[in-house]
Structures are given as structure tokens and as C-alpha cells.
């Protein structure tokens, strides 16, 4: 997976209670050595919370051939939408964030709202979108 052209690293994990799913995760960019090191490694950590059916229109959005509309998100990410890149098998998504200001970890070129562009591998969508199946988690999991 690239963030806004770095290969990075995505960990995340669902965590269940009454009122819905918690996905919470940490981004890990890493720059190419030929690029200036970074006192502070880079990461940035994030935490929503969905209801079942916003988890599912997710996973539905994500699956979905045809996502010319953008997806509405709550917390920081304003939407999610789906944009044209070099490589048709790759998924190229921008997410627009909710700031008015610019956060400490940005480190890319600055316009409001501000956006950050994922590409994501074709092997990496499939187990991102199985990850986020209600099929794919333990049996004894109630909402």
C-alpha cells in the first residue's frame, strides 16, 4: 500500500461493544532512502466508530465495481472516493479529511480540504474487505 506516494504500513484492528465496531489502526509511511530522513519515524494512528450498517457500507463501497460517488465517513475523514490512476489494477482512493488546520504529522504540499491519496493492491483490498466481513469474524461476536 502507498500513502500520498510512500510505501507504508497499515495495522489495524475491530474492537465490539453495544453501540458498534471501533476500527482503530496505525499508518507506518516509509520514505525511500533517497529522501531526507525524518527525526521521528512517522505514524499516524487513527480510531473510528461505526454502526453495523456504516460498516457494511464500507465494505459494500469497497467491493463495489462502480463507486463514482464518494463515501461519507464519521471522525476525521470527511469521505472517501475513488479516482483514476496509471495502473487499473491497483484501487487509487482519496480521503478528505475534516481539519481546519494542518495537523503535526502532515507532510505533504498544504490546500484545504485537505486530502491524502491511497493506492492499494488488488491482494491487499481483498484482505482489507474480507478483514471488515461479518463472515471473517469469530462466531460469538454480538452487536
Known sequence: MRFQGEICTLS?????????VSL??????RRPPSREPRL???????STLFTESELVAVQTWLTADDTAMPLLLPGAVRQLSRTAGPDADTVHLDLEFRFDQVPEWWDWPVSFPLCAHLEIRPSELVYLTHSLSREQWSANLTW
Open 12 to 20: 489495524f484492528g475491530l474492537n465490539f461493544d453495544r453501540r458498534g
Open 24 to 29: 482503530s489502526g496505525t499508518l507506518w509511511p
Open 40 to 46: 521521528q519515524p512517522l505514524r499516524l494512528r487513527f
